[in-house]
């Protein structure tokens, strides 16, 4: 897809005006939310957004921008890794680009390589390399992606939220969905072999955020009272971290696990509070041997936390009420300068973590993860995401 995303103008889109939270909270007193959709790719490598306008893809080291497209208002925009495809869902503000009409198309091309068309709203895509899941209000169709024939219809529950989690690895293939709207219990499926894994109750509130990690064997899902943060090893079906994250409500709006390849691994957060949590992983659960155990059902919900020396929160980092998503990447290259900490850990763990706001900012921050309560984090990137023009791409198709 984007073989280079810089070229003779730079970091495209890169513009730091001001101080990340006053920045932003000037942008959403101006526009509101001018994005309709926000998504980051498979490998958190790029993003991409739909508007009123059209959709928009960066790439996530730089902010450059790397493709647009104005054919009008893009409710939902899905891409398959840094591939030339792109699953494109439109707001209905136009008549060619209907909520229940989902169009592939190739970037490359230029053209749509298939569509389809539904009864209902389209509320939720996602992709790996082998399916194409495609979320509705009261069921799923899941796609054979290399020829788009329908494998499955899977009947679920009211699912108003468009709530949904696709593993990318093709081994640990699992979909996540929602099991009930009384409680937060949550069903997965194998999304190759077309049959169901196994059904875990994670908390007594529905379900509102769920995310995978990029092995597929990690689940986590916050309910509506968005206090409490649960973590999941599918193939058990086995409770192994909880961690709270505040006393008071707060509407989770993004889980997302780092690379497994680090260690500890850790899950980012973002919520209608404004801060940014990220729990840290202990490897010694994380890595524990296998039961066997396949379908099971279990009720995992429990008191104990993990939060102990394993919780940690960027403050201010976001206006209450903003909705943002949130994705982890690793570190390439070192710290930059002005950390909120002048301590640097030999034995610590780097990460990138990174922030689209629906009030239209991307941000990029650098996260050094030491042992015990060694944590420090600087501001790396801030742009607009709406001020990038056609004149600053610089990315080529392949």
């Given at each position: 897809f984007f073989s280079s995303c810089e070229g003779a103008s730079g970091?495209?889109?890169?513009?730091?005006?001001?101080p990340g939270y006053e920045w932003r909270k000037m942008g959403e007193q101006r526009s509101g939310n001018p994005l309709l959709s926000c998504s980051f790719n498979q490998d958190n490598s790029c993003f991409s957004v739909g508007t009123r306008e059209g959709y928009k893809i960066?790439?996530?080291?730089?902010?450059?921008?790397?493709?647009?497209?104005?054919?009008?208002?893009v409710s939902i925009i899905e891409m398959l890794f840094s591939s030339s495809l792109v699953a494109v869902v439109g707001s209905g503000e136009q008549p060619a680009l209907s909520?229940?009409?989902?169009?592939?198309?190739?970037t490359a091309s230029g053209h749509a390589n298939a569509e389809l068309s539904f009864v209902t709203s389209v509320l939720a895509v996602r992709m790996n390399q082998k399916r194409l899941v495609v979320v509705l209000w009261h069921k799923v169709c899941i796609y054979d992606l290399t020829n788009m024939a329908l494998l499955e219809t899977i009947e679920t529950v009211p699912n108003t939220r468009g709530l949904c989690a696709l593993s990318t690895n093709e081994e640990?293939?699992?979909?996540?969905?929602?099991?009930?709207?009384?409680?937060?219990s949550a069903i997965i499926y194998n999304a190759l072999s077309l049959q169901t894994y196994c059904q875990i109750q994670a908390h007594q509130s529905p379900l509102a955020a769920m995310g995978l990690s990029c092995d597929g064997l990690l689940l986590a899902t916050a309910s509506e009272h968005g206090t409490v943060i649960r973590v999941h090893k599918i193939v058990e079906a086995e409770k192994v971290f909880t961690f709270r994250r505040g006393s008071y409500p707060a509407t989770i709006y993004s889980l997302s696990f780092g690379p497994v390849s680090q260690v500890p691994q850790v899950l980012a957060a973002t919520s209608s509070s404004g801060t940014i949590h990220v729990?840290?992983?202990?490897p010694t659960k994380r890595h524990r041997n296998a039961t066997g155990l396949l379908t099971v059902v279990t009720n995992s919900m429990g008191s104990s936390t993990d939060s102990e020396h394993s919780?940690?929160?960027?403050?201010n980092i976001l206006p209450a009420g903003v909705k943002s998503i949130c994705a982890i990447a690793s570190h390439v290259g070192d710290i930059a300068e002005g950390s909120s900490s002048d301590v640097q850990w030999s034995n610590s763990e780097r990460s990138c973590l990174y922030l689209v706001t629906m009030n239209g900012y991307f941000s990029k921050y650098s996260l050094n993860i030491g042992p015990g309560k060694e944590f420090s984090w600087t501001l790396e990137h801030e742009s607009a995401i709406l001020t990038s023009c056609s004149e600053q791409i610089s990315a080529s198709f392949v």
């Open positions: 970091r495209a889109g890169l513009q730091v005006f001001m960066f790439h996530c080291s730089t902010g450059s921008l790397c493709y647009q497209n104005f054919d009008g208002a909520p229940r009409r989902l169009c592939m198309f190739n640990n293939c699992f979909l996540v969905l929602p099991a009930s709207i009384v409680n937060g729990f840290k992983l202990d919780h940690f929160i960027l403050r």
